[in-house]
């Protein structure tokens, strides 16, 4: 093997991914088809290295598959990457923020549907009503009032 030159199970350590993780990069085109060995190994180099690299950067941002494979062709058009790049981002962005609101909306039923489970579980069992009103309302049912 040549200088530079890794299989794919170095590969694997190097980049931090799986050795699936790195098969399915290629066969999505991610990669570009290594070079292969006279036995018939695959050789991976720093390219695809910097590669893999950057595909797992680019996923923890939450840039999808088709997002980074363009990501990945802006890598080698400096003079429309800034520009193309700035509205991935402000896109990206936009959806995080987006995601957020949503979540937020999540978080504030969930702690309104704790306090009625609470106010429920704090009752005497003879005065608790028969059935969760959390699950009542999850399932469409009439919403019991809470008595004060």
Do not use: H, N, W
Request: charged share 30%.
């Amino acid at each position: 093997m040549g200088s530079g030159q890794m299989l794919i199970g170095t590969l694997s350590r190097e980049s931090g991914l799986s050795i699936d993780a790195i098969r399915f990069y290629e066969k999505q085109r991610l990669l570009q088809s290594p070079r292969r060995s006279e036995g018939g190994f695959r050789l991976f180099g720093e390219e695809e290295l910097s590669a893999l690299r950057f595909i797992k950067s680019a996923q923890e941002l939450g840039f999808s598959l088709e997002e980074i494979r363009e990501l990945l062709s802006l890598r080698s058009d400096a003079a429309r990457a800034c520009p193309k790049m700035q509205g991935l981002l402000e896109a990206k962005l936009a959806s995080v923020e987006e995601k957020i609101s949503s979540l937020q909306a999540i978080r504030s039923e969930l702690k309104t549907a704790l306090r009625k489970c609470e106010v429920v579980l704090t009752k005497p069992a003879s005065s608790s009503p028969t059935g969760c009103p959390v699950l009542d309302g999850i399932s469409g049912g009439k919403r019991r009032k809470e008595k004060g």
